[in-house]
């Protein structure tokens, strides 16, 4: 089984910006890894990434994704950008050779799904799951009872049920004929995937189910990227005076002594168990009481990075870099009185 990444075209939705599948996912891998690392079942010698040769040339991108995802992906590169994902898909079929079945996935959102399965099928969700997504910049398919697609219609709502940009076609000589059909009756820009699988289903009695998906993410414009950008955060905390009541090293009350701060507490906990979130503590504590935290932190079921002792009793700034790739600011910072339990009111203010 092969899975083809198309990511030949223009990136017309990401102006100014390199190709959206390069840019940087906020836990530093790129977007188009994290958009098939939720696929199971296939092998890493097994994908295959469509580029535009373009890209190549002036990023060096192959070394960089090869490095990100695996040595063994297979890279196709077209001269040309293509005019469609299906153009793209015929022409890794050909270039790559497949005679076997494959699954086609974007490259610009990500969800979890198993790849098996007797029939062809389509990756959907629901819509009533995903209030953030812009319906009318969906396709739709309609299912019988036992799940088989009966109709699927690009940007009209038919149903709850919405392709989500995963495809599994058991047959890729099927593929070919039913995309040079259509090719010469279509404008190759407008031939979505979801035109070949209904003449498929209605011209050549192919058989496709549908296949719920889960932990859906969709990237397809600058705006979608933005909007899940923003729910990560990495958190630079402060130790005496937000979660420990102030004290002192060399005079009472002792920093040993100290008692916690229940509620500041019980929402660092909250924070640092979202996989949206990143905890760097930083204090200004010796090295030697490193221990004497870490115990601490492990008994309150404290989960953070890392642990930054000795910084200077002072003032502290974040410098941070921003571009058009991540927006505008990229750093905040906020001041809380000392020992006050408002935590919560101040990084929601």
Known sequence: MKMIVPCAGKSAKF???????????????????KAIEGIKGI????????????????????????ENIGQEIQIILLDEPTKSQSEAVYKTIKKANINEEFFVKDS?????????????FVCYSDLVEYSEINPADKSYILMNNQGFILQMIEKKIISQTFNVGGYFFKDPKKFIKTYEKLSK?????????????????????????????SDYHDWGTAEDWF???KKFKTYF????????????????????????????????????????NQIFFITSRPESYRKLLEKEFKK???????????????????????????????????????????????LNS
């Open 43 to 66: 092998e890493k010698k097994d994908i295959i990434i469509t580029l535009l040769k373009e890209h190549e040339e002036k990023y060096n991108i192959v070394k960089g994704l090869k």
């Open 300 to 346: 309150l079921g404290i989960k953070y990075s890392e642990l930054i002792m000795g910084c200077l009793h002072a003032k502290r700034i974040i410098v941070n870099d921003f571009s058009n790739t991540t927006g505008f600011p990229t750093c905040e910072a906020i001041n809380i009185p000392r020992d006050s339990e408002d935590l919560d009111k101040y």
């Open 227 to 229: 909007k899940y950008r």
């Open 237 to 276: 905390f402060d130790i005496d005076g937000i979660f420990f009541k102030n004290a002192a090293q060399f005079h009472n009350p002792l920093w040993i002594n100290t008692t916690i701060n229940i509620k500041n507490v019980n929402k660092l906990i909250e924070l640092s168990t979202s996989p949206y």
């Open 15 to 33: 102006p100014n910006m390199r190709p959206n599948y390069m840019l940087t996912h906020p836990d530093g891998n790129l977007m188009v890894k």
């Open 185 to 213: 009756k279509v404008d190759e820009k407008d031939l979505y995937i979801s035109y070949i699988i209904e003449d498929m289903i209605i011209n050549e009695n192919e058989i496709f189910m549908g296949k719920k998906v």
């Open 108 to 120: 610009d959102n990500t969800f979890f799904i198993e790849i098996s399965g007797e029939y062809s």
